[in-house]
């Protein structure tokens, strides 16, 4: 087409949309219906502020390639209102955008308002200013938290109504979902919970949308909303009501990771099992949480804990990647049940029982019928006979049978290309090898650890009323006065410091006592150590880092953050324990820290020092102008070297690292089994490696010309001296697929530049080891790989006989395809 006429027809094409296309969606106990057509629909969870505007276009082109049907996003009420009544949706929380991007794409969208989101977010999404207004009490029948939701919900409903986006405007937004996973709360807020929940659907059937809502694991949901289940499998679930659909809204990819723990990995082949039985069951929506997981930014994210990469083993990875084979092995499921959904949802079902944890599921309609068989069984594969015909189902499987005879896909079987994803250094040659380092002290004002703070009580405050969330660091201070003839005094004195903090420093006197932080999972621990105070008047500053706030289980909203004390003196006298407790004396608070008050990260201050830049010293900040890396793969900073803190490239914070934190013991030996029940301690990695070493730098935070400025705040010490940037992209490619199957090789843009290893026959070893097997056919698989595929961004093989000629295998041998490609 000539290009004005592309123009011409896009023109026309997004006028015309909006009101063109109204649709009506409804549900029965099947389906979703939309305009009159039962659907099955695949989503996948998207939350826009974990990437970047300019990073949306191609994560959802990548989501409709995969096969989903819809996008779905929590909306996330802290980062849009961060002060009451003053709003932000700029840049990655510009919502509208996203949602048109999604239509623009012709995708659906689910908005689940919440506004309580969990979600690994900062509180759950709740703004911490909610928390303290008087009165207010969570998730709960109390009008102050009532009125505050309801004014929320509101305003985004409005923004969405107002741009036609809800599908019954001709909008891509087809479901909305209010509150979320209650029902696994709701028992401890007793009745009031109960009036709570129905005063949610009210309130939201009271919008007027104009397309049905959900509630997530909500088994008594107020009709007309329609209760979903979330979970690693939804197979075994039913809605609360015959008339509403079977529907999964949460189906966990993978898991998320916490500083000091392990990378969690979901293998695609258990991923496929689950999703083929939820639909094998009569499940007809489903929903990846997360479809890609991306990047926590700022401090959004919540815990406390939850590291800075929300990568999730998604199907696209943190930086919007292929995550191969698990995207591919997915995408073919997907096309199989779409090539179904006529009779799946609205076919009869049946089922055959054939013993062995081995059964089937058969949809018919009068135009015909598709089978499932599946064997539940965690390690034995089992021959069944099915309608007169042998059919192997291998142990943990799901095999697709669109018209009851030919196997389309099994679940165990990936015949998808399996990425080996490279870092690189891609800098252009001039460049110096490191970085250039300016750095400054975050203050030279010892007047802080000596008491001056803004406010003071006489208690122990939660460090989300005293902060209000303005900053993870808020300094405790308190002084005590010691005479000689005070029973306490002497050498042998401790600080103790009960229910502390998620991470602690302690200075006495304005000196640096000692550290302490929360690990692998143990939130209260106790700091003593040994002080010495002075006659007369002593200072004790406790300087309080919180890493994300809570933001799941009952009442999670009022898990104190910061110091909970009691902060203790203890001394021994006559062998007598004497205990001076400071909890109640008058605390004075101040908000942390100096450096972030000044804007140090995006101002061009010029207190900063060339000269040499000390190493391990705590509270530094750093300053370091670097290029961008060349081309267009995502870009992450190498950290390894520093402690703990925050980072900023071009003033845009990329979240708090902590790559000191090494991820805790506990990965098996044993290769990675897929078959039996999955749990996000099974299949883990990365043990005794730090937490999480590499940065995402979006490359919209990024001038490709010219100079850009990395700063980092240091909290704990460490050396940036190796600090980099890299850019990550495939490295390699590999396939093992049986035969019959047409195989995809991909460089994913860019051209296959050679062929390793090529092997018809039944070859051994997994991707970069794979080695020739007993038998082989007789063309040379690697000329014939090569010939195809070299210098191709892409290439499709055939894997037969006809292919790569006949081999000496045997008819019982089941022949195999390996290919390893660099790219
Ligand atoms: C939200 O509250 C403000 C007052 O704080 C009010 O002006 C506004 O109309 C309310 N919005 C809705 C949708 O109720
Ligand atoms: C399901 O079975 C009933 C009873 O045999 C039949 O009337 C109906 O047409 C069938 N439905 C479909 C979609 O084939
Ligand atoms: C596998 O088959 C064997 C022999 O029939 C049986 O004893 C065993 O319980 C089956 N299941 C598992 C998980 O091994
Ligand atoms: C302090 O006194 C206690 C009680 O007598 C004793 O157990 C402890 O070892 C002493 N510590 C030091 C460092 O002297
Ligand atoms: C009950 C439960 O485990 N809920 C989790 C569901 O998954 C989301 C996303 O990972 C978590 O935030 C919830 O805690």
Known sequence: MHPSKVLLATLFFFTLAPWATASKVTYDGRAIIIDGKHRLLVSGSIHYPRSTAQMWPDLVKKSREGGLDAIETYVFWDSHEPARREYDFSGNLDLIRFLKTIQDEGLYAVLRIGPYVCAEWNYGGFPVWLHNMPGVQMRTANDVFMNEMRNFTTLIVNMVKQENLFASQGGPVILAQIENEYGNVMSSYGDEGKAYIEWCANMAQSLHIGVPWLMCQQSDAPEPMINTCNGWYCDQFTPNRPTSPKMWTENWTGWFKSWGGKDPHRTAEDLAFSVARFYQLGGTFQNYYMYHGGTNFGRTAGGPYITTSYDYDAPLDEYGNLNQPKWGHLKELHDVLHSMEDTLTRGNISSVD????????????????????????????????????????????VSILPDCQDVVYNTAKVSAQTSVMVKKKNVAEDEPAALTWSWRPETNDKSILFGKGEVSVNQ?????????DLSDYLFYMTSVSLKEDDPIWGDNMTLRITGSGQVLHVFVNGEFIGSQWAKYGVFDYVFEQQIKLNKGKNTITLLSATVGFANYGANFDLTQAG?????????????????????????????????????????????????????NKMFT???ATFKAPLGTDPVVVDLLGLGKGLAWVNGNSIGRYWPSFIAEDGCSLDPCDYRGSYDNNKCVTNCGKPTQRWYHVPRSFLNNEGDNTLVLFEEFGGDPSSVNFQTTAIGSACVNAEEKKK????????????????????????????????????????????????GQESCTIDVSEDTFGSTTCGDDVIKTLAVEAIC
């Not at 122990?460 to 209000?468: S, T, W």
């Not at 100096?594 to 207190?607: P, T, V």
């Not at 051209?751 to 092997?759: V, W």
């Not at 097997?773 to 595929?789: H, M, P, R, W, Y």
């Open 354 to 397: 054939f013993g062995n944890s081995v059964s089937g599921t058969i949809y018919s309609t009068e135009k015909g019928s598709s089978c499932f068989l599946t064997n539940t069984d965690s390690r034995n594969d089992t021959t069944i006979n099915f309608q007169g015909l042998d059919y192997e189902v291998p142990a943990w499987s």
């Open 460 to 468: 122990i405050l939660d460090q989300k009323d005293a902060a209000n």
């Open 563 to 615: 110091v909970r004390g009691p902060v203790e003196l203890v001394g021994y006298h006559d062998d007598e324990i004497i205990i001076k407790d400071l909890s109640s004396h008058k605390w004075s608070y101040k908000v942390g820290l100096e450096g972030l008050r000044q804007n140090l990260y995006s101002s061009d201050s010029s207190k900063w020092q060339q000269d040499n830049y000390p190493t």
């Open 621 to 623: 900040w750093y300053k």
């Open 743 to 790: 195989i995809e090789l991909s460089c994913q843009g860019r051209p296959i530049s050679a062929i390793k290893f090529a092997s018809f026959g039944n070859p051994l070893g997994t991707c970069g080891s794979f080695s020739k097997g007993t038998c082989e056919a007789s063309n040379d698989a690697l000329s014939i790989v090569q010939k195809a595929c070299v």
